[in-house]
């Protein structure tokens, strides 16, 4: 397999369509971190499709090619926060990966939005990883790979995304219980 760097070299040397194989690489990651900030299927595959766009317009600026899975998935979780921003309050939530709504109802059930509202109070770099890995299914090497981070510090982050998520949800479920 041709590493990111060596297909951003053919992109950049007038064959546009090798793009096609940086996109069938990331689009997994890319959907799934739009999907885990905007929480909506349709929102996720529009941020996900300009966050490509901008990425194919921006790549002869980006310094290291080797960076490329870094790089698109940051620039997608800036796209959907953006869009956040932008949106109107009352659009409802999609369904998720593996998350998914009840049959009928594109809401999520209320213990799947606590615990993706726990997700996204997650500081960026977990956030990042826990959508990667649970939501998108990505191995810790690839995540790795894409964030452009050591593996350790991937299940380091891995790690205490998962205690503080833990520690949350047990403060609310007993904050329930004392109701």
Not at 21 to 43: I, S
Not at 161 to 174: F, I, P, Q, W, Y
């Amino acid at each position: 397999m041709r590493s990111d760097a060596q297909v951003i070299e053919e992109v950049l040397a007038g064959r546009r369509e090798a793009f096609a194989e940086l996109v069938g690489r990331y689009e997994r990651a890319v959907h799934a971190v739009a999907m885990g900030v905007l929480r909506d299927h349709h929102a996720a595959q529009d941020i996900s499709q300009e966050a490509f766009v901008a990425a194919y317009r921006g790549l002869a600026a980006l310094r290291q090619p080797g960076s490329f899975g870094a790089w698109i998935v940051r620039m997608t979780r800036n796209e959907a926060l953006t869009f956040i921003r932008r949106k109107r309050p009352e659009q409802s939530l999609g369904e998720l990966p593996e998350m998914a709504a009840h049959e009928g109802n594109e809401r999520l059930d209320d213990r799947a939005e606590r615990l993706l509202q726990a997700v996204m109070e997650l500081g960026e770099h977990e956030q990042t990883a826990v959508v990667l890995r649970y939501f998108a299914g990505y191995r810790l090497e690839e995540i790795s790979e894409m964030t452009g981070q050591p593996l350790g510090t991937v299940g380091a982050q891995l790690s205490r995304a998962r205690a503080h998520l833990r520690e949350k949800l047990e403060r609310e479920r007993l904050e329930e219980v004392r109701r």
